[in-house]
Every structure is written in C-alpha cells, then in structure tokens.
C-alpha cells in the first residue's frame, strides 16, 4: 500500500514551458485535491476533484488545469509556466466523511526560471 | 485575508517540557479543525483534530483545546520530544474544503 504518490519528485522549467505533475492513490478514495505550498502563506488549495468525473477550482486555481484520470489519478497541468508557479507541489487524498483528514503525497519542488 | 491564522512563525521547547503551538481563525462557519505535522521533503501527516461541538480532544501526548468564543485553538504536547520537532499546520473545515495557516516551526531541545 504506497499510499498517495506523485511524480516527478523535483522538476526546472524555463518560462513557457508545459508539464503535467502526476498524482496517484491507492486507498480507495473518493476526493483529491492539489496544493502549493510557499512560504508563510502555508497550503492553498488549486484544484479539487470531490468524486471521479468532477473538478472544482480552489483558491488558487489561474495557470493551471487538472484531469480526474480514473478513481486513482489526478493529474495537474502547467499549460504556460511562470516564475510565480515556483513552489511544492502537494497531491492529497480523502474519504469523503466528517473529518476530512487528508493523506498527502511526499511533493514536486518545482522552479520555474 | 487569512482565515486561519498562525502568528508565531517559530518556536522552541526544551525536551520534555510543553509545546503550545497556536492558531486563529475568522470564519464562525468552521465546523472541524485539524493538525498536521510536517517534516523537510515530505507531504503533511495529519496529527489531531476537533469538532466545533467539543472544546478537548487528547490523543496520547497531543491534546487540542478549542475556544470557539475567541476563534482561537492551541495544540499542547506534554512531553516535547525532539522527535517533535516539525512544521506544524493548523487546518479549518468550512463545507467541502480544508483551509491551511502558514504554520509554525517547532524545534525541540535535546
């Protein structure tokens, strides 16, 4: 059981450069989310997909695209990278319940020059 | 404009004495709260929560107290180990989602 995993781990782009950061979870779980993290700002959520089939932007969802694959994938894409998309990257993962405890995959660092 | 707030950046404890890691919020709607802990290059673990109908929570050395008169909850850990020592992010539930504070950096003392 891995758990939630996302590749790749650590990713350079130059400006206007396109990616994909791939994110999956074998837990059966229902919801996934994708989140930045920068300093003192903590964790902002981008997208969220609450079931397979449905996505819905978060706090910060400008420059970026996401596909639900399948129950398991949840992939987020950079069509044209900025400097200001420089950040960790967080794939997470819940039953959908009362308690929304995420699980969390280990994060892409990616620096956008 | 944060909704959860951390306003301690940092803070250090001397091993086997308490840590008290605070958090404010602004939005009355929050119904559950939650702890995660983070250590360098990995993803966030959650720790402990809360539902806005109690006012304690304990699990083990964790212990959450909610206030919801002052907006405002605290995570004690009786004793600190330096094992401890990590990011800690408090987290609110308003509907769907979770939102995050910036978190606070707790070293522990051997």
């Known amino acids: 059981n891995a758990g939630v995993t996302q590749t790749p781990k650590f990713q350079v782009l130059k400006t206007g450069q396109s990616m994909t950061l791939q994110c999956a979870q074998d837990?059966?779980?229902?919801?996934m989310y994708w989140y930045r993290q920068d300093p003192g700002m903590g964790l902002r959520l981008i997208y969220y997909s609450a079931s397979e089939g449905t996505t819905d932007k978060g706090e910060v969802p400008n420059g970026y695209n996401v596909s639900r694959l399948n129950k398991r994938e949840f992939s987020l894409r950079l069509e044209s990278a900025a400097p200001s998309q420089t950040s960790v990257y967080f794939c997470a993962s819940n039953v959908a319940g009362d308690t929304y405890e995420q699980y969390f995959g280990p994060g892409t660092r990616l620096t956008v020059t | 404009d944060q909704q959860v707030k951390q306003n301690s950046p940092s803070l250090s404890v001397q091993e086997g004495r308490i840590s008290i890691l605070n958090c404010d919020y602004t939005?009355?709607?929050?119904?559950?709260f939650l702890w995660y802990k983070k250590y360098p290059a990995e993803g966030p673990t959650f720790l402990i929560s809360?539902?806005?109908?109690?006012d304690k929570n304990e699990d083990g050395r964790f212990t959450v107290f909610l206030n919801k008169s002052a907006k405002h909850l605290s995570l004690h850990i009786v004793p600190s180990q330096p094992g401890d020592s990590a990011v800690y992010f408090c987290?609110?539930?308003?509907?769907?989602?979770?939102?995050f504070g910036p978190g606070t950096s707790l070293s522990v003392i051997p």
């Open positions: 837990m059966n779980h229902n919801s």
């Open positions: 809360i539902s806005s109908i109690k």
């Open positions: 939005n009355s709607m929050f119904d559950y």
């Open positions: 987290a609110a539930r308003p509907y769907d989602k979770v939102i």
